[in-house]
């Protein structure tokens, strides 16, 4: 059971926009700054989003993050059949004082 | 170019012992936070314990607290986990990953390849 939540799969249309949710609480979410990375089968994962809604360079401006209170978000915009992939959350928790990952969400383009 | 490299995944037997190793190369090591992440093939990520630039903060998973010890040698940019212990629920492809660096004006982290450790017997 993951500390933060996230849908187990997503699906969309080439050219659909998708937002993929991430809940968590006081003590992770909360408190602290959300990544989101990306992984292929086989892959390690690679950094989409930082600090809750900045993309390093070289990543599509069609993915963004967003953070309220205790969730954050990825939309991606545009869907491409090479978007499909894992997608994951993660921040630190105070609590745990250590760092927690989403669950994951797997993207299918149909 | 940053590069971390792990090794040392194998085969080992529950109970057993195994000390994984990180390479790294392309930033200056010793000012930075490294961490290890698993996934168990087909599964999730999970954070398993991070280190800070000289080693004097550490911080660990409770499922692999007092089996693990994650270590560093800053003068040959080595990262370390040394794993004792080992459970079935141990075996996953293990990641060396670094924090945030700001290289050239870009922030972004960077992740080794990974390595499988399987404990079984």
């Known amino acids: 059971q993951s500390v933060l939540t996230q849908p187990p799969s997503a699906s969309a249309t080439p050219g659909q926009r998708v937002t993929i949710s991430c809940s968590g609480s006081?003590?992770?979410?909360?408190?602290?700054?959300v990544m989101w990375y990306q992984q292929f089968p086989g892959t390690a994962p690679k950094l989409l989003i930082f600090t809750n809604n900045q993309r390093p360079s070289g990543v599509p401006d069609r993915f963004s993050g967003s953070k309220s209170g205790t969730s954050a978000s990825l939309a991606i915009s545009g869907l491409r059949s090479e978007d499909e992939a894992d997608y994951y959350c993660?921040?630190?928790?105070?609590?745990?004082?250590?760092?927690?990952f989403g669950g994951g969400t797997k993207l299918t383009v149909l | 170019e940053v590069q971390l490299v792990e090794s040392g995944g194998g085969l080992v037997q529950p109970g057993g012992s195994l000390r994984l190793s990180c390479a790294a190369s392309g930033f200056t090591f010793s000012s930075n936070w490294m961490q290890w992440v698993r996934q168990v093939p087909g599964k999730g990520l999970m954070w398993v314990s991070q280190?800070?630039?000289?080693?004097?903060?550490?911080y660990y998973a409770d499922s692999v607290k007092g089996r693990f010890t994650v270590s560093r040698d800053n003068s040959k940019n080595m990262l370390y986990l040394q794993m004792n212990r080992l459970r079935v629920d141990d075996t996953a492809v293990y990641y060396c990953?670094?924090?945030?660096?700001?290289?050239?004006?870009?922030?972004?982290?960077?992740w080794g390849q990974g390595t499988l450790v399987t404990v079984s017997s």
């Open positions: 280190i800070n630039g000289d080693g004097s903060s550490v």
């Open positions: 990953a670094s924090d945030l660096l700001i290289l050239g004006g870009d922030p972004r982290d960077y």
């Open positions: 993660a921040t630190w928790d105070d609590g745990l004082s250590g760092r927690v």
């Open positions: 006081a003590s992770n979410i909360g408190s602290n700054y």
